[in-house]
Structure formats: structure tokens, C-alpha cells
């Protein structure tokens, strides 16, 4: 006779990590998809790496959810944002795409704007911004960005360590 397993509760100090981002060659090192950079980041931390295309896919981020039982609350979604300057970085619970087609997409999925977020400053254009953020960095901005990167990936961790508030309390600063 066989028996199944009774099913195990997911952890609950389980957090999932979405960055957005645009995949294929072309955009790879846009400002788009600085997301995408962070989450490399945090897999080389952590002796893992992004490879499964699905994954990094925009659509998956609902079944990515369901399948790791992640409650909502605990989803932290990463973003390039045109309202802070490049550099910055702001924690928050919920609010607008602002545009932010990939974040449009989530609010979608999810069903709410209410999730945690990590809006990374890309700067505003004067000009067209979808041209902008599809862009790569500048040179100046290519020499700052592993220092902004890390400091996302910083940011996370202490999130997951310590908490949401303290991390808005630690990072929003400045």
C-alpha cells in the first residue's frame, strides 16, 4: 500500500523575488531591465544562477506565486522607475505602474496594486521615455550601476532578514 505524503505548509519566511525587465539580447543591458540585473545578482550571491526562460518571463510572475506558495505580501517585485533619479532606490507596498508596462502587467495578473516593490531610480528623460529605458546605460551610468546593483540586492536581503518597515525605514533614506 502506498501512501502519500501529507502536504507540507510552505515556509513562512518564503519571499519571491520578481525582477522586470524586457528578455532577449537587445535589451539586455537597458535600463528596462535593471530588474532583471538584480536578480542575477542575487543568484550569484547565492550560488544559483536565472536560466530558465520561463522564469524570467513578465507572464510567470502569477504562476511563479501559485507554485512556490508565496502569499502576496511576501512577492517583491523589482522595477526601473522614471520618477526617481538614477541611483536611488525606494521600498513601498502598492501604488501606480506610472506607466511601467511590465509592472501594468503584474497589477494584472495579481488582481491588486497591494504587493511590495523596490522602485530603482533610472532618472526621466527629456525626451521620449519608452525610447529611454530601452536604451542602454550611459557610460557614467554603466560605471555606477554594480554599485546600484548591489546595493538592490542589499536591499532585498535586509527585507527578507529584517522585514518590510525596517527596510523602508533603512533604505528609503536619502
Known amino acids: 500500500?502506498?501512501?502519500?505524503?501529507?502536504?507540507?505548509?510552505?515556509p513562512v519566511d518564503r519571499w519571491l523575488v520578481i525582477g522586470l525587465?524586457?528578455?532577449?539580447?537587445e535589451y539586455e543591458r537597458s535600463r528596462h531591465n535593471v530588474g532583471f540585473l538584480v536578480v542575477d545578482e542575487l543568484a550569484r550571491r547565492h550560488g544559483g544562477r536565472v536560466t530558465d526562460r520561463a522564469a524570467k518571463s513578465l507572464t510567470a510572475a502569477k504562476a511563479l506565486r501559485t507554485k512556490y506558495d508565496v502569499p502576496l505580501e511576501r512577492v517583491l517585485v523589482v522595477h526601473d522607475e522614471l520618477d526617481l533619479p538614477f541611483g536611488r532606490l525606494r521600498i513601498r507596498t502598492g501604488g501606480s505602474s506610472a506607466g511601467n508596462h511590465g509592472l501594468d502587467s503584474v497589477i494584472t495578473s495579481f488582481g491588486t496594486k497591494t504587493f511590495p516593490r523596490i522602485r530603482v531610480g533610472v532618472g526621466r528623460?527629456?525626451?521620449?521615455?519608452?525610447?529611454?529605458?530601452?536604451?542602454?546605460?550611459t557610460n557614467d551610468e554603466r560605471a555606477r550601476l554594480p554599485e546600484l546593483v548591489g546595493r538592490v540586492a542589499d536591499a532585498i536581503e535586509y527585507t527578507v532578514e529584517h522585514g518590510l518597515e525596517r527596510a523602508m525605514t533603512e533604505f528609503n533614506r536619502g
Open 1 to 10: 500500500m502506498f501512501r502519500r505524503k501529507p502536504a507540507q505548509p510552505a
Open 21 to 25: 525587465g524586457n528578455p532577449g539580447g
Open 125 to 137: 528623460p527629456v525626451g521620449d521615455a519608452v525610447d529611454y529605458v530601452l536604451s542602454p546605460f
